[in-house]
């Protein structure tokens, strides 16, 4: 029995401590953004209404662009079990919110599994075990994988793309490039161009039998793609293609913002490598054997810098790459340790790490007070559920608070419904029989504020201890109906 256990350690240790803290950010912040709204929405609904479109929430609230369905799908069918149980439990749905979570951040990291495993044949153990340690003291990959971004779909495929490259399987690793870019991420293509420009270059591939083999994946991905998503959306669709058309032809994402040309490489990447920064750029020094892999990453990223719009989350597929070659750096710096220079950069190394582990615990406490209106929504079912009122506990959400942390997946059942209705005037709520408000706006006509929910607003740094403080403002306030008795007579924290 322990030479079996020692084996299962040996083979799954890595993936049960990165496991672990994936899981730790889902159950302590289980509440989503609008980013990964349409996935979550998608989601419940696969699980709740099933073939019933009619009741789907797309078709109310169908978002800027369309999005595939195939990722919510997939994740769905693979919890299914799952939501069999908790349906027999008769377990509310925040619950089901947590299961799906939970099963990708599963498709992901088995996913970097594979990549990691590679990594270990071609390089070994060392270098395997500082390429977990990375990923598990940086914040963004763990914290973002268990979340149904488009981008954490297409992480996936990348995944598996960089572990077949490894494995020099290189017309696989091509096919799940293509598949992430026509399915999940147009901007993919970024990613995909220079890592076959790469392979071309030193004749890993011939062109005439890559066009061949790719042209074919390519057709099975777009007519997979436009054969869910047409059923789903009730209209031929390339959601893909479409996204492509608005972000990259028309420019239109430029309406959410720009950053600096600079800005990936002198915000984003520093606050999701952390320490992997400085490492893998030293790694560009110490070992060849790397710049087959890294520059095509780095070329994706100048790449992308053209566009104005930026997110972190758009090169989040870069990270499990630059955290490969910041192991092979660490492992170096390692092994030479009791040489006087080699010594030096040891000691930064583990400073770099203790910063790192800091920087982390920085980033989790601030989104954990990102997703106020989650926090305000569950605060009132506990707080409104003694309502014996007859008749229904309607509840408005506001745009803000759509956003803001609240999905299907964070309603109750009978007596509360919900409205998401947008375009109403805040004087116009009253003239609308909601018991309850979840808004931005601190004062109704109308109605009382019942409580407030404070919201991260930054980072303040002080001459005490702690040296960081962080502010928070009220981001979200619960209003009750003045005109119900039973609402306004309880007894309220109030919004003061």
């Not at 070994?124 to 914040?139: C, K, L, P, Y």
């Not at 994946?217 to 058309?245: A, N």
């Not at 931005?440 to 006509?445: F, L, P, Q, Y």
């Amino acid at each position: 029995m322990d030479g079996q256990a020692r084996k299962f350690l040996r083979q799954y240790g890595y993936d049960m401590v990165l496991g672990s803290i994936a899981a730790f950010y889902v159950f302590t912040v289980p509440y989503t953004k609008v980013e990964e709204s349409f996935n979550m929405q998608a989601m419940h609904d696969i699980i709740y209404h099933r073939h019933h479109l009619d009741k789907y929430d797309h078709l109310e609230f169908p978002g800027v662009v369309p999005r595939t369905f195939i990722g919510a799908l997939f994740v769905s069918t693979l919890a299914s079990p799952v939501m069999s149980i908790l349906s027999f439990l008769s377990l509310p749905k925040f619950y089901s919110l947590i299961a799906v979570r939970l099963m990708l951040g599963c498709i992901i990291l088995s996913t970097l599994h594979f990549f990691r495993a590679q990594i270990r044949r071609k390089f070994g153990h060392q270098v395997e075990a500082f390429f977990v340690a990375f990923t598990a003291i940086q914040f963004h990959l763990l914290f973002y994988c268990t979340r149904p971004l488009p981008n954490i779909l297409a992480l996936g495929l990348v995944n598996m793309s960089y572990g077949y490259l490894l494995k020099r399987s290189y017309y696989k690793a091509l096919d799940f490039l293509i598949a992430a870019t026509i399915i999940f991420r147009c901007d993919t293509l970024l990613l995909l161009c220079p890592i076959c420009l790469g392979l071309l270059l030193a004749r890993s591939i011939s062109l005439w039998k890559a066009i061949k083999h790719c042209f074919g994946t390519v057709l099975l991905c777009v007519g997979f793609t436009i054969l869910v998503d047409t059923i789903m959306w009730r209209r031929l669709l390339w959601p893909e293609f479409e996204v492509f058309w608005f972000n990259s032809v028309l420019n239109r994402s430029s309406e959410w913002g720009v950053h600096p040309f600079h800005w990936y490489f002198t915000s984003a990447l520093p606050r999701s490598l952390l320490l992997v920064y400085p490492l893998f750029t030293l790694s560009l020094l110490l070992d060849r054997r790397i710049l087959a892999y890294v520059l095509p990453v780095l070329f994706f990223i100048v790449l992308y810098s053209k566009l104005p719009h930026k997110e972190l989350r758009f090169i989040i597929s870069s990270v499990p790459i630059f955290n490969f070659a910041a192991a092979i750096s660490a492992s170096r710096i390692y092994n030479n340790r009791k040489k006087s220079f080699w010594r030096l950069l040891y000691a930064l190394m583990l400073g770099l790490l203790l910063i790192s582990l800091g920087c982390t615990l920085i980033f989790f406490v601030a989104s954990y007070e990102n997703y106020p209106s989650g926090y305000a929504l569950k605060k009132l079912h506990q707080m409104g559920h003694s309502d014996h009122r007859a008749g229904d506990i309607m509840v408005h959400i506001d745009s803000f608070s759509a956003m803001n942390g609240i999905t299907r997946f964070c309603e109750n059942d009978h007596p509360w419904r919900y409205s998401k209705e947008e375009r109403i005037l805040p004087n116009e709520l009253q003239n609308r029989n909601f018991t309850y408000l979840v808004n931005e706006h601190s004062r109704i006509d109308g109605f009382q504020c019942l409580f407030k929910i404070d919201g991260f607003s930054g980072v303040r740094l002080q001459k005490r201890f702690p040296l960081i403080e962080f502010v928070k403002k009220p981001k979200v306030f619960v209003h009750g109906s003045v005109s119900i008795e039973d609402v306004t007579s309880r007894n309220w924290p109030g919004c003061s």
